[in-house]
């Protein structure tokens, strides 16, 4: 494993799910939906509450809030050889009509609209093709398939069943989640600690069923800002160097993300050039220590990853705690890659 110098560092961590993932769609009600990729709010949430379970302390509330811990979402990744994974980053929201083309040239907004997630060594690429409107890159999207599977449960006033239907996703073989960790390096060793704990909990809904238990795939990647010796993939030199640029016009967001009001981060994201989507948060609480019954959380509003800004977004820690026992925290304070999208 390769000795990090500095106090703060990136890592790369590859999951496999051999049994699927529920993830509830934005918008969707019930278990008859679900979602690819983990948002990063949603994942933070997971790792805090394994974290309490194992260490019930103040240590990663702090550092969060100061910003030493962040984390992306859970995006995919394909590794069809060994030396061949590919990364993929979210769709980045960016107007089409932003840069002017021939009349002759006219993008085709079905292939834009099927696409999800990009290779990182094709985002430029795929840029180009909005710009100039011809040739969309050549992308495999085929991660696995979702299955619909009818569920029994036993009645809370009795002993009779209730069919449920239960949507999940399959990964095939050579696919998986991936997220990138921003922290101290005297923090990993506890940090894969929560991982494995967390391994064996899951992730996302149903994980009594087994679903959202994970696999780690290898030691995790370190991400030092300086050209590798010896790279899986061109997506892995790219991610590597855009996580440490910050004299960039375009910052693209690899996690959820809630506008810092001291930074009057609000007022920066209406500045033409931004490109952004909204996503609300909202629920129920299921945990015994903050409520017995279920209850709301507070509903927020938080802008998802794929954003582009022209600014360092800075964001905040949440507390959606509304009549529960403790604090629900979810995670504002996002990880960015520093691009060029466009052809200067």
């Known amino acids: 494993r390769k000795i990090w110098k500095g106090d703060i560092m990136y890592l790369l961590y590859k999951l496999k799910f051999p049994n699927g993932i529920h993830i509830g769609e934005v918008g969707s009600i019930g278990l008859e939906a679900t979602a690819l990729t983990v948002p990063s709010d949603t994942f933070y949430s997971a790792i805090y509450s394994e974290y309490m379970k194992l260490y019930n302390d103040d240590e990663l509330l702090e550092m969060s809030e100061s910003g030493k811990f962040k984390i992306s979402d859970l995006l995919p990744f394909k590794n069809p050889k060994k030396y061949e994974v590919s990364f993929y980053l979210p769709k980045p929201f960016i107007s089409i009509e932003r840069k002017k083309r021939n009349e002759e040239q006219t993008v085709d907004r079905k292939k834009v609209k099927a696409l999800t997630y990009i290779p990182a060594n094709k985002l430029k690429e795929y840029c180009s093709f909005l710009e100039k409107g ?13 299955q619909l599977y009818t569920k029994n449960k036993i009645s809370r006033i009795g002993e009779d069943t209730e069919l449920y239907n239960i949507e999940v996703f399959k990964f095939n073989e050579e696919s ?47 991400f030092d800002g300086e050209d590798f010796e010896m790279i899986e993939s061109e997506d892995d030199a790219f991610i590597n160097r855009a996580l440490y640029r910050r004299e960039n016009n375009e910052y693209l967001l690899l996690s959820s993300y809630s506008p810092s009001l001291e930074q009057n981060e609000v007022e920066k994201i209406k500045e033409e050039g931004n490109g952004y989507h909204l996503i609300k948060r909202s629920g129920f609480v299921n945990n015994s220590s903050y409520s017995e019954n ?7 509003y938080m802008i998802s990853s794929g954003s582009v800004f022209n600014f360092i977004p800075e964001g905040r820690l949440l507390d959606l705690k509304l009549n529960g026992n403790h604090s629900i925290y979810r995670m504002g ?9 466009w052809e200067k």
Do not use: A, C, H
């Not at 011809?134 to 979702?146: H, L, N, S, V, Y």
């Not at 279920?294 to 927020?300: G, N």
């Not at 304070?333 to 999208?341: A, E, M, Q, T």
């Open 294 to 300: 279920p209850q709301k959380r507070k509903q927020v």
């Open 176 to 222: 998986g989640l991936y997220f990138i960790v921003e922290l101290p390096e005297e923090w990993q060793d506890k940090f894969e600690n929560i991982l494995n704990s967390l391994s064996l909990t899951g992730i996302g809904g149903k994980k009594t069923s087994g679903y959202g238990q994970f696999l780690l795939e290898e030691d995790p990647m370190l």
């Open 134 to 146: 011809t040739d969309f890159p050549e992308i495999d999207q085929d991660f696995g398939k979702k």
């Open 333 to 341: 304070k996002p990880i960015i890659l520093g691009v060029d999208l």
